[in-house]
């Protein structure tokens, strides 16, 4: 979740940019694909600033896709079920429109033809996350971790399912920000996810530290300026 730069990927406050759907290379970025959300999903409340918008307003990807490719894509999936290349179109397709219960129907298939296929896993994260399911996405990003424990887009990710999720739990996502942040300090997105984790938890001291550190790895971030609103916020009540 290819999650890209979220808040991707965090997604709590105001991330960035979040996770996205990289059928052509990554994750995370997202996130990310950023990534997103389903058509019938409503722009999340607690989406960080720099988070793709999730409404289906403006998607450009979807726009260059017409509904008879997609059509086309879910009938030839659905003839060759065993066809993985086909599966795998038919998926990244309906992601592009924000199709995302179909793109996960697709991808759950691709998973079952190559379950060690380790960018079918990620994708699933994404499009479940994306889709509001954050304890399945959960498990997909946590399967994806087994595989490579060392990735540090889709456990940035796998923080944001802890952020969003009714009810949120802060800290086992800072847990996997700071598991990040202890093997590469300079990860803006576990830095930016992190201080929004710490905001909404109500810690405002290591807030400030957090984003301090953001602006010195990444000073042109757009988010920095709202983070620091929202932990003066905070400190004023």
């Known amino acids: 979740m290819n999650k890209e730069n979220t808040l991707f990927g965090i997604v709590g406050l105001l991330l960035g940019l979040i ?10 970025q997202k996130g990310v694909m950023p990534v997103p959300a389903a058509a019938a999903v409503k722009q999340n409340p607690n989406m960080p600033e720099g988070h793709p918008d999730i409404s289906g307003a403006t998607n450009p990807a979807a726009a260059a896709v ?33 199709a995302y219960d179909k793109a ?12 060690e296929d380790y960018e079918t896993v990620v994708n699933l994260g994404n499009a479940t996350f994306d889709s509001g399911n954050y304890a399945e996405a959960e498990k997909w990003y946590a399967s994806a971790l087994d595989k490579k424990p060392e ?9 944001l399912t802890f952020i969003f999720r009714d009810p ?8 996997e920000f ?3 942040l202890a093997k590469n300090i300079n990860h803006p997105q576990a830095l930016q996810n992190l201080t929004v984790a710490y905001t909404k938890k109500g810690n405002a001291a290591k807030a400030k530290e957090t984003v301090d550190k953001l602006e ?16 003066k916020k905070l400190e004023t009540k």
Do not use: C, H, W
């Open 19 to 28: 996770i996205g759907f990289m059928f052509a290379n990554n994750v995370n």
């Open 66 to 98: 017409s509904a008879p490719q997609v059509q086309e894509a879910i009938e030839k999936a659905r003839a060759a079920p065993d066809n993985f290349e086909a599966q795998m179109k038919a998926a990244e397709l309906n992601y592009q429109i924000e």
């Open 104 to 115: 996960v129907e697709f991808l759950k298939q691709a998973n079952k033809i190559k379950p």
């Open 151 to 159: 990735d540090e887009n889709v456990r940035t990710d796998l923080g």
């Open 168 to 175: 949120p739990n802060y800290d086992r996502a800072i847990k």
């Open 178 to 180: 700071e598991q990040v």
């Open 216 to 231: 010195q790895v990444d000073p042109t971030n757009v988010s920095i300026a709202k983070l620091r609103g929202d932990i």
